[in-house]
């Protein structure tokens, strides 16, 4: 059964950066596409960043384009999400998740597809 854990979470002033991460233990991180979302309080959860099973292909929602890159280390069973610029309404708990239906070449920001996930790291952004 693969678990997630999502580490790198914490207080930022606004224009800083952080990087989380997602680390896979249990099953292969390679089999899988991941994505990373967040969850303010109070809203949905809504997708962030996906990434493809080989890092050939990646998403991101407009919200964070150019500001946010997603990478992965597929011999460290790891997933990043880098953090540039950070905004007040960044503020969430994100969480990292895997695709569980083994596609190539491909990743959804959509939480449908998505079956295991992290318990999610809080990101606040304030000064």
């Known amino acids: 059964q693969l678990q997630l854990v999502e580490s790198g979470g914490g207080l930022v002033q606004p224009g800083g950066s952080l990087r989380l991460s997602c680390a896979a233990s249990?099953?292969?991180?390679?089999?899988?596409?991941i994505g990373w979302f967040r969850q303010a309080p109070g809203k949905e959860r809504e997708g962030v960043s996906c990434i493809s099973r080989s890092g050939g292909f990646t998403n991101y929602v407009d919200s964070v384009k150019g500001r946010f890159t997603i990478s992965r280390d597929n011999a460290k069973n790891t997933v990043y999400l880098q953090m540039n610029s950070l905004k007040p309404e960044d503020t969430a708990v994100y969480y990292c998740?895997?695709?569980?239906?083994?596609?190539?070449?491909?990743?959804?920001?959509?939480?449908?597809?998505?079956?295991?996930w992290g318990q999610g790291t809080q990101v606040t952004v304030s000064s």
């Open positions: 249990g099953s292969t991180l390679e089999l899988y596409a």
């Open positions: 998740a895997a695709d569980w239906r083994l596609v190539s070449g491909i990743c959804t920001t959509s939480k449908g597809p998505y079956k295991y």
